[in-house]
C-alpha cells in the first residue's frame, strides 16, 4: 500500500515537473517571438557604412563617416563623449547627421587635426525607441606634426665635382607621405618633389680646401621638418695612369727590334 502511494506520489512530481518545464520552454519562445517582433532592427540590422581610422598632418580637416538602417537616431562618440556637447565641439569637432532614404541615416564628423585631437577615439551610435543603442566600430585619429631629421646622412665622391648625398628617411603615419625634402649645398638651395634618400650635388670648380655645407630637411603637408647637416671637403680626383711596366716593356721591345 504505501508503495503504491509512494509510485503514485513520483508519478504526480513527475507530471508537475513535466508541465513546469513545458511552460518554461513555452514562456522562453513566446518571449524571443515578441523580440523579433519589437525589436527586429536590434536583430538583423547592421552599420552600412563604418567609420575608418585616420592618419593625417597637423592643422587639417578631415571626415569621419557611418551609415545605418531602420534606426531613429545616428551620433557620435568621441573618447566616449557625445560629439554635440560644447567641450567636444570646442576641440574642432562637428557633427551632421542627414536621412538618406529608406529608412537610413548618415552620420558625418567633420574634425580639426589640432595636437589636443591626436590619438582620439570615435565611435558611431545607432539608436531608436524599440531598440537598444548599438555601436559601430571604433576608430582613432592620428595626427602627424613636423618630421623629425633624417638619419644616415653621408656622402660619397663620385669625382673631383660631384657627391652622391644618401640619408634614411624619418618615421612618418601611415598615409602621411613625405613629400619631398629641403637641401642647402653652400648657397644652393634645392626643393626635391618625391621621396627619394638620394641626390647628386655638383659644383664646378670646387676648392678643396674650403669646408662644404650640406643640410637636408624633409618636408610634408604641414611644412619642413628638422634639418640634418653633413660637412666635407671635395675632394679632387688623381689622374689615372699607365702602368710604367708597360711602357717599359714596349719601349724594351722596340729596342730589339
Given amino acids: 500500500m504505501h508503495d503504491l502511494d509512494y509510485i503514485r506520489s513520483n508519478k504526480?512530481?513527475?507530471?508537475?515537473?513535466?508541465?513546469?518545464?513545458?511552460?518554461?520552454?513555452?514562456?522562453?519562445?513566446?518571449?524571443?517571438?515578441?523580440?523579433?517582433?519589437?525589436?527586429?532592427?536590434?536583430?538583423?540590422?547592421?552599420?552600412?557604412?563604418?567609420?575608418?581610422?585616420?592618419?593625417?598632418?597637423?592643422?587639417?580637416?578631415?571626415?569621419?563617416?557611418?551609415?545605418?538602417?531602420?534606426?531613429?537616431?545616428?551620433?557620435?562618440?568621441?573618447?566616449?563623449?557625445?560629439?554635440?556637447?560644447?567641450?567636444?565641439?570646442?576641440r574642432g569637432f562637428k557633427d551632421v547627421v542627414i536621412p538618406i532614404g529608406g529608412g537610413a541615416l548618415r552620420g558625418v564628423l567633420t574634425a580639426k587635426a589640432y595636437d589636443i585631437n591626436n590619438n582620439t577615439?570615435?565611435?558611431?551610435?545607432?539608436?531608436?525607441?524599440?531598440?537598444?543603442?548599438?555601436?559601430?566600430?571604433?576608430?582613432?585619429?592620428?595626427?602627424?606634426?613636423?618630421?623629425?631629421?633624417?638619419?644616415?646622412?653621408?656622402?660619397?665622391?663620385?669625382?673631383?665635382?660631384?657627391?652622391?648625398?644618401?640619408?634614411?628617411?624619418?618615421?612618418?603615419?601611415?598615409?602621411?607621405?613625405?613629400?619631398?625634402?629641403?637641401?642647402?649645398n653652400g648657397l644652393v638651395n634645392i626643393t626635391t618633389t618625391n621621396n627619394n634618400t638620394n641626390i647628386t650635388l655638383s659644383t664646378t670648380n670646387p676648392n678643396p680646401c674650403v669646408l662644404n655645407n650640406v643640410s637636408v630637411s624633409p618636408i610634408n603637408d604641414f611644412g619642413l621638418g628638422s634639418s640634418s647637416i653633413k660637412n666635407f671637403y671635395y675632394q679632387t680626383v688623381p689622374l689615372i695612369a699607365p702602368n710604367v711596366s708597360v711602357i717599359l716593356d714596349q719601349l724594351l721591345g722596340l729596342s730589339l727590334q
Fill in 121 to 184: 577615439n570615435v565611435t558611431c551610435v545607432a539608436s531608436s525607441q524599440s531598440t537598444l543603442p548599438v555601436t559601430s566600430d571604433t576608430v582613432f585619429f592620428m595626427i602627424q606634426g613636423l618630421l623629425a631629421s633624417v638619419a644616415n646622412l653621408d656622402y660619397t665622391f663620385i669625382n673631383g665635382s660631384s657627391v652622391l648625398l644618401t640619408w634614411t628617411a624619418p618615421y612618418t603615419l601611415d598615409n602621411v607621405p613625405i613629400t619631398g625634402y629641403y637641401i642647402v
Fill in 12 to 90: 504526480e512530481r513527475g507530471e508537475a515537473l513535466t508541465a513546469v518545464t513545458t511552460m518554461d520552454i513555452s514562456a522562453t519562445r513566446l518571449i524571443f517571438v515578441l523580440f523579433l517582433i519589437f525589436c527586429p532592427t536590434h536583430i538583423y540590422c547592421k552599420f552600412t557604412v563604418q567609420p575608418v581610422s585616420i592618419n593625417t598632418t597637423l592643422n587639417s580637416t578631415v571626415q569621419f563617416s557611418c551609415e545605418a538602417a531602420d534606426y531613429e537616431i545616428l551620433y557620435f562618440l568621441v573618447d566616449c563623449i557625445q560629439a554635440n556637447r560644447e567641450e567636444i565641439r570646442n
